[in-house]
């Protein structure tokens, strides 16, 4: 089993910075997704960016230039920071951490809430 712990979320002003962690525990294979998705009040679940295990980074268009993704496999960790943050930004930001080759996975976190005031 693999468990996923998300911090680093709270309350900040528009302009402002947060970093998130997620710290993955259990047995994991190397060859995996990291990332990050929010689900704001009302709305589905969107990615906000994903990493692979090369470092090759995927952004939500609406990141893109504000937020950064990365990775420390030595730690088993993801970060996300979140630079200009925007009232819109407003959601709970969920870890994911998914295998697509054999053995598959496809694991979250519990979330983190991110409330970004005007």
């Known amino acids: 089993q693999v468990q996923l712990v998300e911090s680093g979320g709270g309350l900040v002003q528009a302009g402002g910075s947060l970093r998130l962690s997620c710290v993955a525990s259990?047995?994991?294979?190397?060859?995996?997704?990291m990332g990050w998705y929010r689900q704001a009040p009302g709305k589905q679940r969107e990615l906000v960016a994903v990493?692979?295990?090369?470092?090759?980074?995927n952004y939500a268009d609406s990141v893109k230039g504000r937020f950064t993704i990365s990775r420390d496999d030595a730690k088993n960790t993801v970060y996300l920071q979140m630079n200009s943050l925007k009232p819109e930004d407003t959601a709970v930001y969920y870890c994911?951490?998914?295998?697509?080759?054999?053995?598959?996975?496809?694991?979250w976190g519990q979330g983190t809430q991110v409330t970004v005031s005007s």
């Open positions: 994911n951490n998914r295998r697509v080759a054999i053995p598959q996975y496809d694991y």
């Open positions: 259990g047995r994991l294979f190397s060859i995996n997704l």
């Open positions: 990493i692979s295990s090369g470092g090759s980074t």
